[in-house]
């Protein structure tokens, strides 16, 4: 079955930077897009950033200028580089698929999460 392992989350002290790795393997169909997702405690999950395969890229107004995303097709993988971190992007960060397999038929996949912890 087709899985997403996450990585690189931890604990880090404002003004620090992370990079997160999501890789995808299995029998996956083409992928459309792959991004990121968050959910902080008690707060629902909202997008952080997305990146199609086309090349376009989409960011979350929050993380614009300090967060990059970045694909590695050959490998199914999408990266994440968190810069200049702050205490609200305290949160679990989840990798998040999009695909079409046969018969124009949509996909969706999910990795397990990995946390992000901002504080000093």
């Known amino acids: 079955q087709v899985q997403l392992v996450e990585s690189g989350g931890g604990l880090v002290q404002p003004g620090g930077s992370l990079r997160l790795s999501c890789a995808a393997s299995g029998s996956i169909p083409s992928i459309n897009a792959m991004g990121w997702y968050r959910q902080a405690p008690e707060k629902e999950r909202e997008l952080v950033a997305i990146?199609?395969?086309?090349?376009?890229?989409n960011y979350a107004d929050s993380v614009k200028g300090r967060f990059t995303i970045s694909r590695d097709s050959a490998k199914n993988t999408v990266y994440l580089q968190m810069n200049s971190l702050k205490p609200e992007d305290t949160a679990v960060y989840y990798c998040?698929?999009?695909?079409?397999?046969?018969?124009?038929?949509?996909?969706?996949?999910w990795g397990q999460g990995t946390q992000v912890t901002v504080s000093s």
């Open positions: 990146s199609s395969t086309i090349g376009s890229t």
């Open positions: 998040n698929v999009r695909a079409v397999g046969g018969f124009s038929r949509n996909y969706e996949y």
